[in-house]
């Protein structure tokens, strides 16, 4: 190895060159897809609101920025989404440590359990807190308390359907860190809070960085949970997009608030790329099945006891009504009739979705993991402007309007070689889009802590880029490569915002069918929108589930 590394530090010129035409290669595939998937739409859409008989209407920004109700609803999405994210960190963070660090019975699937909120259409999420905090709604009933169309449905709704993202992405590092080196501390006189302060903090301050951007993201163009929590006193700049796209049909004001979304979303990318990168240091990552171990003290069993409490509380009750309302029906009614006419919402039985949905997910993280495995490995090499641009494209589609991208697709890709309105391909594509970044952001943290001259070493000793990154990156991330195989997964299952637009009513996705079930009047349409809604529930817990037995088989590895 030393004689290696000598090798390497005699040609640095060669190594610069050579890093260089690497990271190009690994970055051209990704930057091919974005550009053609999601730049070429946002364009298509912006053009077609922006430019009339081929003259740019420039004055339409200052026109819809000067109108004091959007402003409002640029200041409200902007601290709403703060508040959310902040709450978020603060409710997750405790279960972060508990998954990573404690070992107790139940463990995987309680694990599987607080991932599935994240893949309920938003919509869904929204009706199942109107029916804990609204009218007729569980606090309403015991207590005669309503938080309907205040903002502190919308928050809790908020932290509920991201409590994973921090569980996962923060957990997944935390589990493989080193204990020894805060216990090391400990021995030299810092006391627990000052060693976890000093040493486990400033290792896992990229992953919650990460967990917190993805966050305030999701928050930030918070569409369906705001339409139905918020009612007429809330509204997001999503929710404003949709409601000037399909509701005034005003398409230079949907464009105008488009471009201020991608602009804001790409500011804060940029700080956050900025921040991130100072704070970025090689780690000593080990076996996560080793870090694990039952609690310890009444201090632990007491921080475990309320993580339960907190998931039964904001993750298992909601997720009980939707249940519950799913089994108002005498002998599973609204299930038997998934299986038949739907009274002409689709061209297909209800159920049928539940087929296309997997179908479209498993595409979808297959597109995900190639696209943002080769950006995830690009951007382990840190350079220049050019790859931190490169880390916040990447970024971007979880920061601009889903339903801008959507309606962008049917738009931009209608002409030869590019028409897919009728492929079933370009469904997975609109989920690719929202699965890939949590791809990068949860390989990232762990690629950029493999020792740099272990792959420099294996280069100089012969070894092609595709054998160094299986001979070296792949062992180290294996465990990360399956926890954003399972957040691909569960995000493509779960996407609406993009789907509505482009799924077709003979090929329907879950989310899709549970929308158009809930905009239709009648106690049976909504039964179904809570039965496939339960169904949905189902099949990603029993995927998360599956993943979580493969991580943790006897080989140890996962």
């Not at 028409?419 to 997975?428: A, E, G, K, Q, Y």
């Amino acid at each position: 190895m030393a004689k290696a590394t000598a090798e390497v530090a005699k040609a640095p010129g060669r190594k610069t060159r050579s890093g260089s035409a690497a990271r190009l290669a690994l970055m051209a595939l990704p930057v091919a897809f974005f550009g053609l998937f999601f730049a070429y739409p946002v364009a298509a859409i912006v053009e077609r609101g922006l430019r009339v008989d081929g003259i740019w209407q420039f004055g339409r920004i200052a026109e819809v920025l000067g109108d004091s109700g959007i402003r409002h609803v640029l200041w409200f999405t902007t601290w709403q989404a703060l508040v959310s994210t902040a709450l978020t960190l603060l409710i997750a963070l405790p279960g972060a440590y508990v998954f990573a660090r404690f070992d107790f019975r139940g463990k995987e699937i309680l694990r599987a359990v607080v991932t599935v909120p994240f893949v309920l259409p938003t919509v869904v999420v929204g009706t199942a807190f109107l029916a804990l905090v609204g009218r007729g709604g569980l606090l309403d009933e015991l207590w005669g308390v309503r938080l309907d169309t205040t903002v502190w449905a919308i928050l809790l709704a908020h932290v509920f359907f991201n409590y994973a993202v921090v569980v996962r992405t923060v957990g997944g590092l935390w589990a493989q860190l080193d204990p020894r080196q805060e216990e090391a501390a400990r021995m030299l006189g810092a006391s627990p809070s000052a060693a976890w302060r000093r040493v486990t903090l400033p290792a896992l301050a990229p992953a919650v960085a990460a967990a917190a951007l993805m966050v305030f993201l999701f928050t930030f163009t918070s569409f369906g949970v705001v339409q139905i929590l918020g009612g007429p006193t809330f509204s997001t700049l999503e929710v404003e997009i949709y409601r000037q796209t399909s509701e005034i049909f005003d398409l230079p004001a949907a464009a105008v608030l488009t471009l201020v979304q991608f602009v804001a979303v790409g500011l804060i990318l940029a700080v956050h790329a900025w921040t991130v990168r100072r704070r970025e240091t090689a780690l000593r990552l080990v076996d996560a099945s080793l870090t694990a171990r039952r609690p310890r003290g009444a201090g632990q069993w007491a921080l475990l006891g309320l993580v339960l409490a907190t998931v039964v509380v904001l993750i298992l009750l909601p997720l009980g009504v939707l249940v519950e309302r799913s089994l108002d029906a005498p002998g599973f009614g609204y299930y038997k009739a998934l299986t038949g006419d739907d009274g002409g919402i689709f061209l297909v039985a209800p159920i049928e979705a539940v087929g296309n949905s997997l179908r479209y997910a498993l595409a979808a993280t297959l597109i995900a993991l190639v696209i943002g495995g080769l950006a995830a490995a690009a951007l382990t090499r840190r350079a220049g402007r050019l790859v931190r641009g490169f880390d916040a494209l990447l970024m971007l589609p979880l920061g601009v309007s889903a339903v801008t991208v959507g309606f962008g697709f049917l738009i931009a890709l209608d002409e030869p070689p590019l028409d897919l309105r009728s492929s079933w391909i370009l469904v997975p594509l609109a989920q690719a889009l929202v699965g890939v970044p949590f791809v990068v952001r949860t390989m990232l943290p762990v690629l950029r802590a493999v020792d740099e001259r272990l792959r420099e070493a294996a280069a100089v000793l012969g070894a092609s880029p595709w054998r160094v990154w299986r001979e070296v990156d792949l062992p180290m991330v294996r465990r990360a490569l399956l926890v954003a195989a399972g957040f691909a997964f569960a995000v493509s299952l779960g996407e609406f915002g993009a789907t509505v637009f482009i799924a077709r009513a003979d090929n329907p996705t879950l989310p899709v069918a549970v929308a158009r079930l809930l905009g239709r009047p009648g106690d049976l349409n909504y039964g179904q929108a809570m039965a496939l809604s339960t169904i949905l529930m189902v099949v990603c817990a029993v995927a998360l589930l599956v993943l979580e037995r493969i991580r943790t088989d006897r080989t140890g590895e996962f």
